[in-house]
């Protein structure tokens, strides 16, 4: 009945959740289920075993600042909870007042949750002999994959201007921060946008943002401008445009330096070839993959440009080596686009398109468990 000897007994996850304190650490009992409840704190990884004599389930905390109580009185199969801890590592004690089988080990809402039931001792006996496992390493979280988000413009440079006056730095900002907020709540990377605030950022430094901080991706957002045009479209690099629509485009939103005043870090066509023959062939593959990406997941969801993925020279997907894609989330100039863009449900769908294709991008990181 217990599969593999320790099955659980190195079961370790990793997580990044908010800060949270441990103050409302819980034992209960019902129904024949013993149920232990801890808050868990930031980047928390835990490990759980068992000794046989005494009888004990040991659940180790690496990393994790304790607010909450030392001792909790038992309950079911629980006779006592002790906190023990040594350095930054917190460890619970559960002394057992009989045999367990396999607890059920579990984390949802920040809380781990370990549900017990009374087991065969013969069971626990070999659940508990986990002696390899007492000296395994408990894992470390890695931090989780950083994505850049890049509003466009911002300060003295508002970007496009709508039929009806929309500012294109404001739309790019609102749905930035949207965004940022919807993959946050996913917790499966970290985000960095290269502006918060109303405030001009030449494009190179928004590039250098990226680099810097060796993101994952970077997504420039940005909404268009073109007699006649609606509907979103993603662009990424090339030397060549794809075609005219896509060259304009380019020139205009590498404009943008000079409309905030300052010098271009002058990307003179030699240079530019220099740096395109630097991008390496697997950025251009992830920038094509996540473009593949925004172009499934917007589909259906908010209409489109034909053609939906252009390539064209923009400065701010230069970074020969963070995958990036430029999302025109609309035209401010066709007046249904604009509208729409102005709608914070509008923006949140649009976002929610984009931390799909995100996620998507990064891959399935859900947490890990390694397995004795
Ligand atoms: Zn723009």
């Not at 024949?32 to 990884?45: F, H, I, Y």
């Not at 380019?250 to 395109?276: F, Q, T, Y």
Request: proline fraction near 6%.
């Amino acid at each position: 009945m217990l599969g593999r000897r320790g099955l659980f007994a190195a079961a370790a996850s990793l997580l990044f959740l908010p800060e949270a304190e441990a103050a409302g650490m819980a034992l209960s009992a019902r129904h024949g289920q013993t149920r232990l409840l801890v808050p868990l704190g930031k980047a928390v990884a835990w490990r759980v075993s068992a000794t046989a004599h005494p009888a004990r389930l040991i659940i180790e905390l690496p990393n994790m600042s304790w607010h909450g109580p030392s001792r909790l009185a038992g309950a079911g199969v629980v006779s006592e909870v002790r906190r023990e801890g040594r350095g930054a590592t917190q460890t619970l004690v559960l002394s057992l007042a009989r045999p367990i089988a396999t607890p059920q080990v579990s984390v949802s809402h920040g809380k781990l949750a370990v549900v017990l039931r009374p087991g065969p001792a013969a069971g626990f006996a070999r659940l508990a002999n986990g002696h390899d496992l007492a000296t395994a390493a408990i894992a470390r979280p890695g931090p989780l994959p950083l994505v850049v988000l890049d509003p466009g413009h911002g300060g003295r440079d508002p970007g496009t201007i709508g039929a009806r006056g929309t500012l294109e730095k404001r739309i790019t900002l609102a749905a930035a921060l949207e965004l940022k907020r919807q993959l946050e709540a996913a917790r499966r990377c970290r985000v960095v946008l290269t502006r918060t605030r109303d405030v001009f950022i030449p494009l190179g430094s928004r590039v250098e943002v990226a680099r810097r901080r060796q993101a994952a991706l970077f997504l420039s957002l940005h909404a268009d401008s073109a007699p006649g045009a609606r509907g979103a479209s993603v662009y990424t690099l090339s030397e060549t445009a794809s075609d005219n629509l896509a060259a304009a485009l380019a020139r205009r939103e590498n404009l943008a330096d000079r409309a905030g005043g300052l010098r271009l870090p002058s990307v003179s066509p030699e240079v530019g070839r220099i740096l395109l023959s630097l991008i390496r062939q697997e950025t251009q593959m992830g920038s094509e993959r996540v473009a593949r990406l925004v172009v499934d997941a917007l589909e259906g969801e908010v209409p489109l440009l034909p053609n939906t993925h252009r390539r064209a020279g923009f400065v701010v997907l230069k970074a020969p080596d963070v995958p990036a894609a430029l999302v025109e989330m609309g035209f401010l100039s066709h007046p249904k686009d604009e509208a729409a863009l102005n709608r914070a449900s509008h923006r949140a769908k649009v976002a929610e398109a984009l931390a799909d294709a995100v996620h998507g991008f990064l891959g399935a990181r859900g947490p890990v468990m390694a397995a004795g």
